[in-house]
């Protein structure tokens, strides 16, 4: 953990230098390129040791499958090869070496690539193969029309700004910022037609990276002396529970759980930072003329913190990763893409039991919540007072089964997750599974609403959203490609 903190530390300071002294406008995408990947495998040594060298396995050999296979199938052998890798090492990592350890490991870092070589194989299929026709509005302008070259590719997937910590990113968002066109603004005329700018100077990231620092500053603060005195094993103690009534029993839950979340935020914040500090997560200004630094942001606090609704803290949570799972299973299942979603999620974050405990629980959390909130809401939202009073007991039922859901992704195991469970008499199952049985799901257009509630955390909104940010830069190398864009991007936005 020292290691991580310390890399990541020395890749800000490095995401300065390389803005300041490698600007796209001192130096060659090829220069920019190498020594992006050079610090980013340094980084990894360093850190890791010669667990890193599974990173350049893992994308050396997709990369050599994009090749010999060919674009119409490529992608479904380098989801098939990637996503196996990496949990033949998590299998490796948890039931051979350290079970249980919440030390950082190298399987860590090999999540963000496994979704970087799945997204680009993806993304390569839908440009170079599928018709433009046959694909989505954010397919279409996430698609890339030729292959990367080797060094592009292991830039994209092992650079030193996101090898540690990720976030995600897109390729085209990470090729345009190597290129040095991701400040280059899109912005609609009174008449409707796109009219393309450029700005004079690029926009300084030192305000948002500040802010940003001074987020992780108190995040780390309140794990380093917060989170150790709220342990989550303390909801499962014998005297504790023998002892504490239940209205202490789910305040401790729930500030156990709200204490474990700093570390997340910190790792997520920071390595935002660290992009942002070199230059990249330009999403474009917001009416005000505010410079946005957001584009592949993975959080929002505030918005997780005082959610009232399930959906609503997982549209906050972990966005990268949501969007990931939307746009590589989700709309490309051909049938129960949300059973297949979750389980794809499940195998991606790693082996432990309680992975999947939490995310079956999920389900079930997410279909009550939505059927509540279908059902009832209406009733709530004429008058403020009462919409107040509504959004007061939503929040707290939001938070007290967001907390009674992720126990098991904490504790890992499945004794004490069920033993934690038993010691609740698994209320909010039984109440998730009444809530389904008096109040309907309402029907949609594909079939049911549970696809569509279960669908929540992958929701439009994201989608929308990620191709809103999008509108905010041309990622084109020519004129005539920049104005195929701009169409393509202004077409996704009115549908």
């Known amino acids: ?127 170079m193969f599928r018709k433009n026709e046959d694909l989505t509005p954010s397919q279409r302008c996430l698609a890339v029309r030729r292959m990367p070259s080797l060094l592009e590719y292991l830039s994209y997937n092992c650079n030193f700004m996101g090898i540690l910590a990720g976030p995600l990113c897109s390729y085209k968002d990470y090729i345009t910022f190597i290129e040095g066109r991701s400040y280059q603004l899109q912005q609609s005329e009174a008449n409707g037609k796109e009219d393309t700018k450029y700005e004079q100077t690029d926009p300084s990231p030192n305000i948002a990276v500040a802010q940003k620092l001074l987020i992780c500053g108190l995040s780390l603060l309140f794990h380093m002396t917060i989170t150790k005195t709220l342990p989550v094993e303390y909801n499962i103690d014998d005297n504790f529970r023998a002892t504490a009534s239940w209205p202490v029993r789910f305040f401790y839950l729930y500030v156990s759980l709200m204490a474990a979340r700093p570390k997340y935020y910190f790792a997520w914040t920071l390595a935002d930072a660290i992009n942002n500090a070199a230059g990249f997560g330009f999403r474009g200004y917001d009416k005000n003329g505010v410079t946005r630094w957001d584009l592949i942001s993975n959080l929002r606090i505030q918005q997780i913190e005082f959610s009232t609704s399930f959906k609503m803290f997982l549209d906050n949570w972990n966005i990268q990763t949501a969007l990931w799972l939307k746009r590589v299973c989700y709309e490309r ?151 195929q864009e701009i169409t393509c991007r202004y077409q996704a936005l009115k549908q």
């Open 333 to 483: 299942a051909t049938f129960s893409p949300t059973i297949q979603t979750f389980i794809l999620s499940a195998i991606w974050h790693g082996v432990y039991p309680g992975y999947y405990l939490t995310f079956l629980t999920g389900v079930l959390m997410t279909l009550a919540a939505r059927a509540v909130r279908n059902n009832i809401r209406h009733y709530f939202v004429e008058s403020p007072a009462v919409k107040l009073c509504y959004d007061i007991v939503t929040w707290m039922t939001t938070q007290a089964a967001i907390s009674y859901t992720v126990v098991p992704f904490v504790l890992l195991s499945v004794k004490p997750s069920f033993t934690f469970y038993s010691s609740c008499y698994f209320c909010l199952h039984i109440a998730s599974i009444l809530v389904l049985l008096v109040f309907p799901l309402k029907r949609t257009q594909k079939g049911s609403k549970k696809h569509e509630s279960v669908q929540s955390p992958w929701s439009r909104k994201l989608e929308e959203e990620s191709l809103l940010q999008r509108n905010s830069y041309s990622t084109t190398n020519n004129s005539f490609s920049q104005k």
């Open 1 to 127: 953990q020292v290691n991580f903190v310390v890399c990541q530390l020395f890749a800000l300071l490095a995401a300065v230098w390389f803005r300041t002294y490698l600007h796209s406008s001192k130096t060659s995408p090829f220069i920019r390129h190498v020594v992006a990947t050079l610090l980013g495998l340094y980084l990894a040594l360093f850190c890791f040791g010669w667990y890193a060298l599974h990173f350049v396995i893992q994308s050396g050999i997709s990369y050599y499958i994009m090749i010999i296979i060919g674009v119409e199938n490529m992608h479904k052998y380098c989801f098939v090869f990637a996503l196996g890798y990496l949990t033949v090492c998590q299998i490796t990592r948890v039931y051979i070496f350290d079970y249980g350890q919440y030390s950082a490991d190298f399987s860590g870092p090999m999540m963000i690539i496994t979704q970087k070589i799945t997204s680009l194989a993806f993304e390569i299929h839908d440009g």
